[in-house]
């Protein structure tokens, strides 16, 4: 058996047997909730901080359901948009919080590595798990991801996914083509204006394909990221209108997916920039599965790091 998880600040290099016992436990977390169960006394007297130094509105809140449907106390630090540099700041911050005796922190920050920077410097006996980081990872993302598709698709060797958008800064893609190359998904292809793709050597096991009516065609799943401007350069971004022609989802580009395609997009949703609200509020949506996955895969993480 893979060994128990300390922290969880990436899902790259872990391996497939660790990822499907998150989603597993996300499951089971599920079927006991399903029925009636909203308190597991799983993690009673453990003390959980959600650290978010970027705004945040369905991962926080999900983190902290979690904690709470498993018995854990959640203290919320909110610090917005600070710009503060980190360094010092954020150390500081660190020590002064982990002097409340605190079991796990949960951490989103713009700067890409910083939930690996506080595994460093965390006391021992303190969990990080990443929210969030940069561009870099978003690895309870990837897994609600997963588990999504999984739900309607276990078959994941012969699956086509295409993930379209903004790839270049998304911390979503790059924990969702972890999650989903780990789980045996050989065809996945990423989509986007030439200006926001990654470097190919980063996603040797993707297929870029720039139009996207062709990069569509026949995908058993199609996961939407949005434009996130605030990781772009002012000569990065697109005009919102062009945009939506070429790189937005609606009825007709769906259409040429395989029938019953999953539609998915992590949130927040942009309507008519990359998606129309005829898809997004479609019968093929997941979208909202995908939020109440995110509460099951955080009780399975928090369980995984944190159960005596
Ligand atoms: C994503 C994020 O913050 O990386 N949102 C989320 O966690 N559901 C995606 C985004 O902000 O576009």
């Not at 998904?185 to 996207?212: T, Y």
Request: with cysteine; glycine share 8%; proline share 4%.
């Amino acid at each position: 058996m893979s060994p128990r998880l300390r922290h969880l600040t990436t899902l790259e290099h872990l391996p497939r047997e660790t990822i499907e016992r998150l989603l597993d436990r996300a499951m089971a977390m599920r079927d006991a909730c399903a029925h009636g169960t909203r308190k597991i006394d799983l993690l009673t007297g453990r003390t959980v901080l959600n650290l978010f130094f970027e705004p945040s509105t369905r991962t926080r809140t999900s983190f902290e359901l979690a904690a709470r449907r498993l018995g854990a106390d959640v203290v919320n630090f909110d610090i917005g948009f600070s710009s503060a540099n980190k360094g010092e700041e954020l150390y500081d911050t660190l020590h002064t919080l982990e002097a409340m005796h605190l079991d796990a922190i949960i951490v989103r920050h713009k700067a890409s590595g910083t939930p690996d920077e506080l595994v460093r410097h965390a006391m021992s006996g303190v969990s990080v798990i990443n929210a969030g980081d940069g561009n870099r990872a978003h690895p309870t993302q990837g897994l609600l991801d997963a588990l999504t598709i999984r739900q309607h698709r276990p078959d994941f060797e012969n699956l086509a996914v295409t993930i379209c958008g903004d790839v270049k800064h998304s911390r979503v893609a790059r924990s969702d083509v972890h999650a989903l190359s780990a789980l045996g998904v050989r065809d996945i292809r990423l989509c986007g204006p030439a200006s926001l793709m990654p470097d190919a050597g980063e996603f040797a096991q993707c297929r870029f394909v720039e139009d996207f009516s062709q990069a569509i065609e026949g995908a058993d799943a199609v996961i939407m990221l949005r434009l996130q401007k605030e990781r772009m350069a002012q000569t990065e971004l697109p005009d919102e209108a062009a945009y939506f022609r070429q790189y937005g989802l609606d009825s007709a580009r769906l259409a040429r997916a395989r029938k019953g395609c999953l539609v998915m997009h992590p949130g927040p949703i942009n309507r008519g920039i990359e998606i129309a609200s005829e898809v997004a509020d479609g019968a093929q949506s997941r979208i909202l599965e995908q939020v109440g996955n995110g509460v099951f895969v955080r009780m399975a993480v928090l369980g995984e790091l944190l159960a005596r």
